[in-house]
């Protein structure tokens, strides 16, 4: 498991990094610039190429990391059983990479200056962000039974929050007229990169092959010297 203890610490490296970035980039700009009305890509558009763009980038790489954690060994075999299974959870990995390609995509594909017009590629970052918003939350709530434990119940609190959060900054993007769509963004990506932050940090704790189906699996615990088979003692 130590792979996947070295995934998950370089893809909590990569989110720490680009929130970094993401409040440098907040910082440095036109004075001019409202958060609360403005959205993320508002920013990023006008430092063209800036840390912005450089933040999203860093955290669709860190979420591609965790995608090879994801793989996990099973519950243990029985002794003569066939070898574990690799566990993996095809529709939320598919997920988390789609949510990876639209940041990627929002990055590369700059949305329109404020107070400009709309042109396709504007429409293109608008949908590759939508998109991408929508599946991470999901992704989160189907890894909650794969990751279990305290992540799990983390996950299923974050991941409707998020979709709440997204279907706000969607309502105040188009039929709302962009009232505090600012605002409703930035509690979104909060709540989603603390939901990957969740997953990233439950990897990255991973010290064992198995949980305890594996430990039960495994049996008696062998005691005596080399070549004697120990059996448990029986009850009165």
Known sequence: MRETRTHGLLALGGIALAALLAVIGHLDVNEDLNPWSLTVSDFAVADRGGVVDVAMAVLAAATAVLVPALWRPGPGPAPGGPAAAVRRPPAATALLLTWAAGLVTAAVVP????????????????????????????????????LGGRAAGWLRVLAPISLLLAGATVWSAYPGGGVLVGLAERLLILAEVALLAVVAATLARRTGPAGPAATRAAGPEHTGPPGQRVTPARGA
Request: aromatic share 8%; charged share 5%; hydrophobic share 55%.
């Open 111 to 146: 949305t329109n200056q404020p107070g400009t017009p709309v042109d396709a590629a504007a429409q293109l970052h608008r949908y590759a962000s939508v998109v991408a918003f929508l599946a991470l939350p999901v992704a989160g709530w189907l890894l909650a039974g794969h």
